[in-house]
């Protein structure tokens, strides 16, 4: 989820944090007991807070959400501290794909996998006749997400959406999910009590934002109700919805791990960069195990999640729905090994040999304060491997005379300090 760059909104919120817990006090003292010291003054946050209420009540109440539902929603609205933190928090490390891939990838939640699939292949099924989705694949989206429903989240998710929109940096994409969630709860879908997410206000089995509830939840089981947090029909009726209406294409695959030959171009390794499969075979890339690439009338992209040392992905148009899901080239690859595991496929091998140091989100600054300082344009220092980071990398490899992969590692950075140092000017 995004994070938080404002120090500003950070006091502000503080500072309301301040004032609400004063508030709330009040509201629950023994209303016979003497104070010791004089309730303060409206301070300017709280004013502040009443109008921002006031016209969010105002907003609500003229797209047809009752009173009722907003005052019961948000009757006691504090922000909750634990959110704050949570959004504020700034990675620690920036974590390799070996490591993103086998903690989310292993015998426990291979195990509970399959055996989730067995238990559920009826109702599964009955969504694949519906939407074309594979059932392997609704279940790897939902062992990621929820971990098969264990963990869907427990922040009341209109008290945490508001914590949000009460935030200039993104308070207007809170502010809209909070009315969606207001919507959602208009229509009786879920009793205020029971929704619960995450602390960014995704919810249910498969952790939909309200907007994409409201654009593509579905009634699986026929109640009259889109439960996507207790029934699993409406959960995985909603997920297939969802990517069918992405584009997802039932007669082909996410994607396979290849083989690419020594002389191969890293720099056309980017998933912008699509070509047909005989293309890709003329260029000497190879299935995982040696064989030839099929014949088949599809284009796919080659990715390099670790670098050139590391696995290499042939990707297709279903791997770009799974990215509309989460932008994060781990989590998508992930969730279509998770399913292709699930199904009898073998454990990724090739690649290794990589790098898998993690480096530290000032290292990674490091390396993009370094590219600057070299003439290579890195955006904005901060320690996240963006595009223009990773264009910057790339350039830098070339002219360096390194595999030109984009990719920032420990061994990058090892380099980059050993040339700057042969390279310093002498004390004279």
């Keep these: 989820m995004p994070l938080f760059t404002s120090c500003r909104a950070g006091a502000r919120l503080a500072a309301f944090l ?24 409206p301070t300017a946050d709280a004013a502040e807070f009443a109008n921002w209420r006031a016209r969010l009540r105002a907003d609500a109440l003229n797209r047809g959400i009752s009173a009722a539902t907003f005052d019961q929603a948000l009757a006691d609205f504090q922000p909750i501290q634990r959110v704050i933190e949570l959004d504020q928090r700034q990675p620690e490390f920036v974590d390799t794909f070996w490591n993103y891939l086998d903690r989310r990838v292993e015998g426990r939640r291979l195990t509970l996998g399959k055996e989730h699939l067995q238990q559920q292949q009826r109702l599964l099924r009955d969504v694949q006749a519906r939407y074309g989705i594979p059932p392997a694949l609704l279940v790897a989206f939902w062992g990621l997400e929820t971990n098969y429903g264990a963990t869907t989240g427990n922040f009341p ?9 009460y935030d ?8 809209n999910e909070l009315l969606n ?40 089981d026929g109640d009259g109700r889109k439960d996507i947090w207790r029934s699993l029909p409406d959960a995985f009726h909603s997920a297939a919805n969802y990517l069918q209406r992405s584009g997802w294409q039932p007669n082909e695959i996410w994607g396979r791990q290849v083989m690419l030959p020594e002389n191969f171009d890293y720099a056309a390794a980017r998933l ?6 005989r293309e890709w075979s003329a260029l000497g890339v190879r299935q995982a195990d040696g064989k030839a690439l099929p014949k088949a009338a599809m284009s796919g992209a080659i990715l390099l999640p670790q670098g050139h040392l590391g696995p290499a992905f042939l990707v297709y148009r279903n791997f770009d729905v799974i990215m ?6 781990n989590y998508a690859l992930s969730v279509g090994h998770l399913a292709d595991r699930l199904i009898g496929g073998s454990a990724l091998t090739l690649g290794r040999d990589a790098d898998n140091r993690r480096l530290t989100r000032e290292q990674l600054m ?12 890195p955006g904005n220092i901060d320690g996240i491997p963006g595009s223009k980071t ?9 002219a360096a005379g390194l595999p030109a992969d984009g990719h920032a590692s420990a061994s990058l950075l090892e380099f980059m300090r050993k040339e700057s140092a042969t390279t310093a000017p002498a004390d004279v």
């Excluded at 200039?168 to 809170?174: D, E, L």
């Excluded at 207001?182 to 952790?207: R, T, V």
């Excluded at 990773?390 to 070339?398: G, V």
């Design 168 to 175: 200039h940096r993104r308070g207007a994409f809170f502010r």
């Design 366 to 377: 490091e390396i993009q304060s370094r590219l600057g300082q070299l003439g290579f344009e």
């Design 181 to 220: 969630a207001l919507d959602i709860l208009e229509q009786g879908h879920i009793p205020i009590a029971d929704m619960k997410g995450s602390w960014a206000g995704a919810m249910g089995q498969m952790q939909f934002m309200p907007s994409t509830f409201l654009g593509y939840a579905v009634d699986g």
């Design 18 to 41: 301040l004032f609400a817990s004063c508030a709330g006090a009040s509201a629950t003292t023994d209303p016979s007991a003497t104070p010791d010291i004089p309730p303060a003054a």
């Design 390 to 398: 990773r264009i910057a990398i790339r350039a830098y490899q070339k």
């Design 324 to 329: 509309q899901w989460n932008r994060s080239i």
């Design 272 to 277: 912008d960069i699509k070509r047909p499969l």
């Design 157 to 165: 998710a209109p008290i945490a959406l508001a914590t949000l929109a």
